[in-house]
């Protein structure tokens, strides 16, 4: 995302007015939206509409076992579904319009944990989960709904887990990016423990802002949740976009004056 | 700044994942600095650098009489100028990058009565004047210091002038666009008789945000009421260039909802 500064001159009445031009880059951050199981990229279009705002580029879709491809669930795996993450990935990430090096993941609940693995397989630089998930290591190629199946899954999202014994929570602990954790504080499917453990596992992140929606459920199905939580999602974002266009905008400035300082 | 809504499919595994791309325009609003009497393009630089940050492009540029073209300093008249500010307009609407349907004009004292003006001359999307200065109509073509040298010039902007009798004013009482208006409390060269007389001219705006910053004087001397007025401009410029993309991908979000329920 890197602006540029052009001097230019701009003829009038036969002489030249010194001008300066001083443009975004012709591209856009990528926005990809990641949504929970059982849910649909219908749910993330509400809070896309208004990261286009911004300034950037979203990418919703449906995971394997939901909406077209529904008569899979049963039987879609984890490994399938973080194949359908990357492939919408890459999707995006060989979009003209979008600029490689700002992608943001933007995940709930499976999607979350899907989204906070796709980090040591693609370049994230700003990761937003909602109520992560969270799930054993084995069985990867198990059907996604035996997890929930398991008795002791209960167990396990109450339990203090360390960053080193949870792949998805490996990931986060390895990640350098920016962070968005947001928990709902009546969450029984992925209660405050999970939460915890994503947060602190997330000890290098260059930084975290972590937010608990009080009264909020799972699935956020108060409208007033929904939009505490857009909202957010959406001041967090427009703090790194528009931040780091301004940044580049600072340097290009900066370059100038050193130019013409040097007398170049 | 049309935002697009697209409906694609993403190949993963023999399977096709339904997905939706939402994006903002390739083009970004344009904003157009016009430096007052005195001043230069450098100073505009500060503040274009924190509105590419919102995703707009930025023109600076000297009026005739000033830098390159310091020498026509006593001959340059408000017609010379006003081509001047034409011409950069039409340089900076004919960006590839630039909407032109979103041009915003910011200008500061001489400036800023040649910004309102140039509301009648080119399509203005939106209006920022900083202590917009005012002269009587007359001699358009005389030098613009011979303007400051007549005794009159004191009176009249102390005078509460009718928006039918100053062309700068008919200029905003025509304006149909959003407007910011921002006066210095302690201006002694553009009292607070010229703006109010600005204000109430602005009858057809879409918006005003009309602000008075205390303790400040015409130059904006001190430090913090540069901050305060960039402030200021770089807020009301994100509610207006963010809520017009974000609008326009509601628009597009709506739009395909219809075309789904028709079964299109």
Redesign the interface.
């Known amino acids: 995302m890197e602006?540029r500064l052009s001097q230019?001159d701009?003829?009038?009445?036969g002489?030249?007015?010194?001008?300066?031009?001083?443009?975004?880059a012709?591209t856009?951050p990528g926005v990809l939206f990641v949504h929970g199981w059982g849910g649909s990229?219908v749910h993330d279009?509400?809070r896309?509409?208004?990261v286009?705002?911004?300034?950037?580029?979203?990418?919703?879709?449906?995971?394997?076992g939901h909406?077209?491809?529904l008569a899979l669930k049963s039987d879609v795996s984890r490994a399938?579904n973080m194949?359908?993450l990357?492939?919408?990935y890459d999707?995006?990430a060989m979009?003209p319009?979008v600029d490689r090096d700002a992608i943001a993941v933007v995940g709930i609940s499976y999607g979350g944990y899907l989204g906070a693995l796709l980090t040591t397989r693609r370049p994230v630089r700003w990761l937003a989960l909602r109520s992560p998930a969270i799930y054993p290591d084995g069985d990867w190629d198990a059907p996604k709904v035996s997890l929930n199946a398991d008795p002791s899954l209960h167990g396990y999202r109450r339990d203090r887990i360390a960053a080193d014994a949870n792949l998805a929570l490996a990931a986060c602990h390895a990640f350098a990016g920016d962070v968005l954790l947001v928990a709902a504080s009546d969450d029984e499917i992925v209660p405050r423990p999970v939460t915890n453990n994503y947060e602190r596992a997330f000890e290098h992140a260059r930084s975290i802002t972590s937010r608990v929606i009080d009264g909020a459920d799972h699935a956020f199905t108060e409208k007033q949740h929904q939009t505490q939580y857009t909202a957010l999602l959406v001041s967090w974002l427009?703090e790194l976009v528009?931040?780091t266009?301004?940044?580049?905008?600072?340097q290009?400035?900066a370059d100038a004056k050193e130019r013409i300082k040097r007398g170049e």
């Open positions: 602006a230019v701009i003829a009038v009445d002489v030249e007015l010194g001008a300066t031009l001083l443009s975004p012709a856009f990229q279009l509400v896309a509409r208004e286009v705002g911004l300034g950037a580029v979203c990418l919703t879709f449906d995971l394997r909406e077209r491809h399938q194949a359908d990357e492939a919408a999707w995006l979009h319009l427009r528009l931040g266009r301004e940044h580049s905008a600072r290009a400035v």
